[in-house]
């Protein structure tokens, strides 16, 4: 079974850090694409960053690029979310969702998130 | 403000069907890129209802349907049932930034 866990959300102040993980099983992690795509509450999903499967290929939303590193270890099944200079706009529940590609279309597979609050 | 627009609410009665539209562009659903379709369920992550524009994963119900048509796309939900009350969400690329997913604000489905 697909398992994808994030973890290490909380509360910090803006203009702090957090790092997100998320732990992968039940599948070959170093095959697949990843993102993270956040929640903030009430509101819509929005895509944060992705990573390819060999870290080759990034990218991020420009609400996030030069603030927020995305990386991940295949020897670990680790996916990771570096996040500086946090904002209050960046409260939201953070997921870690899988490339799920079926041909050639790839919709999300999704952890169940991790909650990042910012605020004084 | 999303990407892709959607309204914020839609509702009917158990039994009857409904449709959530989905409107991007030329830049992204008007590019040919696939529409994927969300189910949230209150206070759990999202899961795939709809992927590649009009495919349904095993396990989901032929009740729910898909399309897409130029610049838009569309869920359609035949005989509502209480358990489809959530909140859909649609999916898709846009060109204007390399590597990018774009989403709708989301729409929550109440079955009267």
């Known amino acids: 079974e697909v398992q994808l866990v994030e973890s290490g959300g909380g509360l910090v102040k803006p203009g702090g850090s957090l790092r997100l993980s998320c732990a992968a099983s039940?599948?070959?992690?170093?095959?697949?694409?990843m993102n993270w795509v956040r929640q903030a509450p009430g509101k819509g999903l929005e895509w944060v960053s992705s990573?390819?499967?060999?870290?080759?290929?990034?990218y991020y939303a420009d609400s996030v690029k030069g603030r927020f590193t995305i990386s991940r270890d295949n020897a670990k099944n680790s996916l990771y979310l570096q996040m500086n200079s946090l904002r209050a706009e960046d409260t939201a529940v953070y997921y870690c969702?899988?490339?799920?590609?079926?041909?050639?279309?790839?919709?999300?597979?999704w952890g169940q998130g991790t909650l990042v609050t910012v605020s004084s | 403000q999303s990407v892709l627009t959607q309204p914020p609410s839609v509702s009917g009665a158990p039994g009857q069907r409904v449709t959530i539209s989905c409107t991007g562009s030329?830049?992204?659903?008007?590019?040919?890129?696939?529409v994927h379709w969300y189910q949230q369920l209150p206070g759990t992550a999202p899961k795939v209802l709809i992927y590649?524009?009009?495919y349904r994963p095993s396990g989901v119900p032929d009740r729910f349907s898909g399309s897409k048509s130029g610049t838009s796309a569309s869920l359609a939900i035949s005989g509502l049932q209480a358990e489809d009350e959530a909140d859909y969400h649609c999916?898709?690329?846009?060109?204007?930034?390399?590597?990018?997913?774009?989403f709708g604000g989301g729409t929550r489905l109440t079955v009267l």
């Open positions: 969702a899988r490339d799920d590609c079926i041909r050639t279309t790839c919709p999300l597979t």
């Open positions: 039940g599948f070959t992690f170093s095959s697949f694409n």
């Open positions: 990573i390819s499967s060999s870290s080759s290929s990034i």
């Open positions: 030329s830049s992204n659903i008007g590019a040919g890129y696939d």
């Open positions: 590649g524009n009009n």
């Open positions: 999916q898709s690329h846009d060109s204007s930034l390399s590597g990018s997913k774009v």
